[in-house]
Nanobody, 124 residues
Framework: QVQLVESGGGLVQAGGSLRLSCAAS????????MGWFRQAPGKEREFVAT????????SYADSVKGRFTISRDNAKNTVYLQMNNLKPEDTAVYYC?????????????????WGQGTQVTVSS
């Protein structure tokens, strides 16, 4: 079955950097969208970034554009989220997700598979 395993979260000061990893297994992800979402306490899960596994086209939420970079390594079947210039408002549990590439790739409904999440905490 499909498994998505996130790692790389932690505690960092404002202005610092973290790189999240998502190891994917269980099927071919050709023409899949791989996404990162986040959920802060008391808030809805929100879109952060997405990448087309096959052609590596990317999209970002306005709140992270210019600070976060999503990428993938086909050989390692892994998706990354490089997060720079972190802010306290980036504090959340970050989730990796996978789903058929579609116009719904900016929403949670566009994804069929989810990881367990990794905590990112940014102190001021």
């Amino acid at each position: 079955q499909v498994q998505l395993v996130e790692s790389g979260g932690g505690l960092v000061q404002a202005g610092g950097s973290l790189r999240l990893s998502c190891a994917a297994s269980g099927r071919s992800f050709s023409n899949y969208a791989m996404g990162w979402f986040r959920q802060a306490p008391g808030k809805e899960r929100e879109f952060v970034a997405t990448i087309n596994w096959s052609v590596a086209s990317t999209s970002y939420a306005d709140s992270v554009k210019g600070r976060f970079t999503i990428s993938r390594d086909n050989a390692k079947n892994t998706v990354y989220l490089q997060m720079n210039n972190l802010k306290p408002e980036d504090t959340a549990v970050y989730y990796c997700a996978a789903g058929q590439y579609s116009s719904r790739r900016y929403a949670t409904s566009g994804y069929d598979y989810w990881g367990q999440g990794t905590q990112v905490t940014v102190s001021s």
